[in-house]
């Protein structure tokens, strides 16, 4: 994985990639409404929470959507 593209992002790293809040993800996670993400735990501890790339990508095209069609539909 020495692609930078490649490499998984934590929860502060996704503020600067998508202009949502931290506290927008952490809640997504609780609530479902977040972009798909990966928890690597360590025995008994919760775990640190990690999200690949094109997850992000794929979540946020999924968000898109069309003026004129929520106008007319």
């Not at 735990?41 to 959507?65: H, M, N, T």
Request: aromatic content about 10%; charged content about 30%; proline content about 7%.
């Amino acid at each position: 994985m020495s692609d930078r593209s490649n490499r998984l992002l934590t929860t502060k790293q996704l503020p600067d990639i998508t202009g949502l809040s931290r506290s927008f993800f952490e809640k997504g996670r609780i609530y479902g409404y977040g972009p798909p993400f990966i928890r690597v735990k360590s025995g008994k501890r919760a775990g640190k929470i990690l999200y690949r790339p094109a997850d992000v990508e794929l979540w946020l095209a999924s968000q898109e959507f069309d003026p004129e069609e929520t106008r007319h539909g």
